[in-house]
Structure formats: structure tokens, C-alpha cells
């Protein structure tokens, strides 16, 4: 993802003269590499590994050819117009054929249509993955967030760590949807929480724990657990395949487990958050949830809503209904309701049937502290916002889906310094937000990979700890008993997969947090 190398940056300032309001399908850059002008445009900035082609198709194409890996990447650059994007949405489309594209070292290398965002609170690389090998000439398109403090947008076209030949043509990039509305003036007096404890300090658990698993959770004194309902894996699940009826007894088996504990931790004073993870759909091979590409998604969410809120509506020990864990809405269909237009719909769902307990809402994509501060809140009250910490990624996903070198915490991670103050000033953009609104803040799910070197996981758990109790918000550590990677019951050494006979420090900071817990 670095950029160590770039062929060219082309500045389109003609682009950029965006007119004041930018509404939804505003075109920010469009080429199509045809005629005079377009040349004139390229021509300045083309060399022997980036060049205009005539296609098969007739018209002209932009193509990058790369026979060896002598340089990481060979891409062009556009600049886009950052400050008048920051906060919205945006769609990249091209057309784009390949030849011979080599195997990828990574799953993010290869043929790049990748917008980069440089900010005060870290990079974003939004893209699209596309295949290596040879392959006609299909769709890339996809929907980026800018966030709101960018001060640099750069579009990337070409290749990164493969070898092989790509063309692009008929690249738009247009506005999907605008900043979130100037907030009026914030309510007065506290937020609504849904409870009434000092705080809920708990963690994300795993899909079966059983009693005893509760006991001991409750022995570290937490008094809260995020409940997911979890199909056997995340992003990918059973769900993926669309057969609603098995999503729907997979479902009830869930909530049946679900019921069979509420007894032992009503008796323990675990207050539960019942986390729709897999819903109805799944997701599809970009990661986004088919709830947003089909009606009939829509529609069985909407119903698992009702269900869930008559099964638990007199029950205490419920503290609320997580929507959907993590929402990836992608291009929709216009007939489709968007997240925030099918969460207001499922709120009035489900208050239909159950007033009292909290509606908890992650905003898109992926329920990042961005995504919530470019989040419009719903017109409704008995609502908590929550988002997920894991910035920066490379740190907190270090050897999880790769094999790297060791990055440590605190120290300087993709050319950023990232420390307490760091982690502050991303965490600020949630703490702004919620000042606009004067809502409650619940971070579901937070973590570092228990293989990060030295005691990097630790502090990176205890600064955020500080930091979320600094601003009040309720916290939910990933996770307990779920996957052996995010344990605290683990040592360091990626290669023990037996729980640690004595605490680790990161055990004993969470229970010195859960110390200060009422029940
Ligand atoms: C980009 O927009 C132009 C003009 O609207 C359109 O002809 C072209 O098909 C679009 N390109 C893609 C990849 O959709
Ligand atoms: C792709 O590989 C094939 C087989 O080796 C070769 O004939 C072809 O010229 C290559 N294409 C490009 C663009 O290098
Ligand atoms: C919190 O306390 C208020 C006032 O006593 C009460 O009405 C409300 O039901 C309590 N909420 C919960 C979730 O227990
Ligand atoms: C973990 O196991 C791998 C493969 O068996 C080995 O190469 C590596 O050195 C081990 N790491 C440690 C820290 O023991």
C-alpha cells in the first residue's frame, strides 16, 4: 500500500473547478482517453511503461505494461479536489482488461483503481481487488468514503508488486452521496445510554460459550458482553449464499443459545448487547452485505427485527439490539434503501413493538470512527452510536492476512507517529461528532493482535482504554473466547495456542478497567 514510486502525477486543476454545491452524480474526473484534448492531456505524462493504445474496441485505452518487478508500483496519479470531497462519498468507475497479471504478494497488490486519502488521523486506501491472470474487459466500481479531515486525494491507476499489462478506459468519478447535513443545535442535559450503570466495560465473546465461560468472565468482574450472531465465519459466511430460509433456522438456533445463558448472566449481571453479525445475505466477494444489492434481504431483515424485539422486549438483561455489525453498503440499486434509510425504517420496526431498549447504529463502511463522524444521525431518541477501533489496521492486523516484518506500537507506522496523542486525535473526530449531537458512544469492538511485538498490544489497548474512558463511552474489548488471535488469555507467541496459566498484562488491564464496574 506504500507509495514508494509513481510514474507521474498528473494534477487535473480543470477538474477540480467543482462547482460550490456538489450534489449526488456531480462529476469530479471523467476520461475517456478519446480525441485531441485527452491526448494533449496524457501525452505530457506518458513514458514507456504508461502509454495511450488503440484498442481492439477502437478506441483509445491507457495501458501500463510491466515485464519486471524492478519498481513496487507503476501508476498514474490523479489528484482530485480533497477539500470539496471530504466528507462524501464517492463513486470510481472504469473499464479495465489484463494480461499475464503475475500473483500479488498480498491480497491489496495488483491492478490498482485505488483512492488514497491523506488526513490528520491516518491514510485510507479504498479499492477494489481485481483478479490477477488475464481477463476482457469488465467493470471496476466502486464507493469511497473521503474523510472529513482530507487534505490530499489521490486516484491510483496501475500496478503495484505484479508484473503484466492492464488498460483502463471510460474512468468516471462521481459524487454518491454528500456531506452529512450542518447539525442543529444538540439537545441539552446527558445523553440517553439505555442503562443506568457508570459504564459498561465488557468485550465481544465468542458464538458458544457455555455457563462456566460466563463465570469466569464475570469472576474478571465485566458487566458487559456484545452478543454476536455469528454464521460460522466473518466476512464470509453460510449467509453469502442467499438461502433465507437456512439463514432463518440458522438464526433461531443462535437465539436459542442466546436464551439458554440469559439466566446465568442476568444472575451474574452481564448486561447484554444482542449484535446482528451475519445478516441476512451475507456479504458478497467485495466484502459488502447483500443487504444492500437485493430487496428481498431487506425484507427478511426487517422481520428478524420484529422477531428479535418480541422475544426480548421484557427482558432486562438485554441492554440493546446492535443493527448490523459492521455495514458495507457498496453501489446500490436506486430501488434499495441505503443504511441509514433502512435503519430508520427497522427502528420504527422494531419501537412498534419494544419502546424501551437502546438501538445501537455502526455507520458504513465497516463502522470505523470516519465512518461514524460522516454519519447523519437518526431523527430518533433511545439511540447509541458506536463505532470500532482498530487504527491503524497494519498495527492491530499485523500478521493476520500477512507476513511482515513486526510493527510496533507506540512508533512510527506507514510514515505516521502513532502514540497516545495519535490515537487521541483520531478518536477526537468520534468525541466532535458526538459533541454535534450530544449521543451516547459505545466502541463494540477494539483490538490489537496479541502477536505484536513486545508490548506493543498492550499499550495500544491501554491508551485507547484511557482514551474512551477520558471521553465516557461504554467499551467492549475483541474478544473473549472467540478467536485465539484477539485473546488475552494468550501469550505474545503466535505459535501457543493454549491459554496462559497466569494473566497476561493485558488480562490484568482489562480486569483492573472491570474493577470499576457496577453490575
Ligand atoms: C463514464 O461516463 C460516460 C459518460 O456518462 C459513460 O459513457 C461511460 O460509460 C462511463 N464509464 C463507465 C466505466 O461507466
Ligand atoms: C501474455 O502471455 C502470453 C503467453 O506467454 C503471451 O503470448 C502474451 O504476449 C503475453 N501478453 C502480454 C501483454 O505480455
Ligand atoms: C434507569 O433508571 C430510571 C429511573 O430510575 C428508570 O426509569 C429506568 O427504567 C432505568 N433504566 C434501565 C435500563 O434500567
Ligand atoms: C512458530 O512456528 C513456525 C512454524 O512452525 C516457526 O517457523 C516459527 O519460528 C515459530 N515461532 C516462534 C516464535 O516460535
Not at 487534505?151 to 468519478?173: R, Y
Not at 428478524?304 to 432486562?316: G, M, N
Not at 413493538?353 to 445501537?360: E, G, K, M, V, W
Not at 511482515?404 to 487521541?424: F, H, T
Request: net charge negative.
Amino acid at each position: 500500500m506504500k507509495v514508494t514510486c509513481f510514474v507521474l502525477l498528473l494534477t487535473l486543476l480543470t477538474a477540480c473547478v467543482i462547482v460550490s454545491a456538489i450534489n449526488k452524480g456531480d462529476i469530479i474526473v471523467q476520461h475517456n482517453f478519446d480525441g485531441i484534448t485527452e491526448q494533449a492531456t496524457w501525452n505530457k505524462v506518458l513514458g514507456p511503461l504508461v502509454q495511450l493504445v488503440t484498442t481492439e474496441r477502437g478506441s483509445t485505452a491507457l495501458r501500463t505494461d510491466r515485464k519486471q518487478l524492478d519498481s513496487p508500483s507503476t501508476w498514474v496519479q490523479i489528484t482530485l479536489p480533497a477539500s470539496t470531497l471530504r466528507g462524501c462519498k464517492i463513486r470510481i468507475q472504469a473499464a479495465v482488461k489484463a494480461e499475464n497479471i503475475s500473483v500479488p504478494p498480498n491480497s491489496w497488490n495488483g491492478i490498482k483503481i485505488m483512492l488514497h486519502t491523506k488526513g490528520s488521523s491516518g491514510d485510507t486506501y479504498p479499492q477494489q481487488n481485481l483478479p490477477q491472470g488475464t481477463f476482457d474487459w469488465r467493470m471496476a466500481d466502486y464507493v469511497a468514503n473521503v474523510p472529513l479531515d482530507t487534505d490530499q486525494a489521490i486516484l491510483a491507476l496501475g500496478l503495484e508488486a505484479v508484473t503484466g499489462a492492464v488498460w483502463f478506459d471510460d474512468l468516471n468519478v462521481t459524487v454518491y452521496s454528500k456531506p452529512r447535513p450542518h447539525p442543529p443545535t444538540p439537545p441539552a442535559g446527558q445523553p440517553y445510554k439505555g442503562h443506568n450503570l457508570t459504564r459498561l466495560r465488557g468485550a465481544m465473546i465468542g458464538i458458544n460459550l457455555q455457563e462456566q465461560d460466563f463465570r469466569d468472565f464475570a469472576s474478571w468482574n465485566a458487566n458487559h458482553v456484545r452478543w454476536q450472531l455469528l454464521w460460522n465465519g466473518f466476512p464470509h459466511s453460510p449467509a453469502d449464499d442467499g438461502d433465507i430460509p437456512a439463514y432463518e433456522t440458522w438464526l433461531e438456533s443462535a437465539l436459542k443459545h442466546l436464551d439458554s445463558m440469559l439466566s446465568v448472566c442476568r444472575q451474574l449481571g452481564i448486561h447484554i448487547l444482542v449484535d446482528l453479525h451475519t445478516p441476512p445475505g451475507g456479504r458478497n466477494s467485495e466484502n459488502e452485505c447483500n443487504l444492500f444489492k437485493e430487496k428481498r434481504f431487506q425484507d427478511a431483515f426487517l422481520t428478524l427485527w420484529e422477531k428479535i424485539a418480541r422475544r426480548y422486549k421484557d427482558e432486562s438483561v438485554i441492554w440493546g439490539y446492535d443493527l448490523v455489525n459492521e455495514p458495507v453498503e457498496g453501489t446500490m440499486p436506486d430501488t434499495l434503501m441505503d443504511w441509514r434509510e433502512l435503519a430508520i425504517v427497522t427502528v420504527q420496526r422494531i419501537r412498534a413493538i419494544d419502546s424501551q431498549h437502546a438501538i445501537i447504529i455502526e455507520a458504513a463502511p465497516w463502522g470505523g470512527p470516519g465512518a461514524l463522524a460522516n454519519f447523519e444521525p437518526l431523527p430518533f431518541e433511545k439511540i447509541v452510536y458506536s463505532f470500532h477501533m482498530y487504527e491503524p489496521g497494519e498495527f492491530t492486523h499485523q500478521n493476520v492476512y500477512n507476513d511482515i516484518p513486526p510493527i510496533s506500537y507506540p512508533g512510527v507506522i506507514s510514515g505516521q507517529m502513532w502514540n497516545k496523542e495519535q490515537l487521541r486525535h483520531n478518536l477526537n473526530r468520534v468525541l466532535n461528532w458526538q459533541r454535534d449531537y450530544n449521543v451516547h458512544i459505545y466502541v463494540g469492538e477494539f483490538s490489537a493482535i496479541r502477536w505484536a511485538p513486545g508490548d506493543s498490544a498492550y499499550a495500544y489497548l491501554r491508551d485507547n482504554i484511557d482514551i474512551f474512558e477520558e471521553n465516557g463511552w461504554d467499551w467492549a474489548y475483541h474478544a473473549f473466547r472467540e478467536w485465539p488471535g484477539w485473546s488475552v488469555e494468550h501469550i505474545g507467541d503466535k505459535n501457543n495456542t493454549q491459554r496462559a496459566p497466569v494473566p497476561t498484562d493485558r488480562q490484568r488491564l482489562l480486569i483492573d478497567w472491570f474493577n470499576k464496574n457496577e453490575h
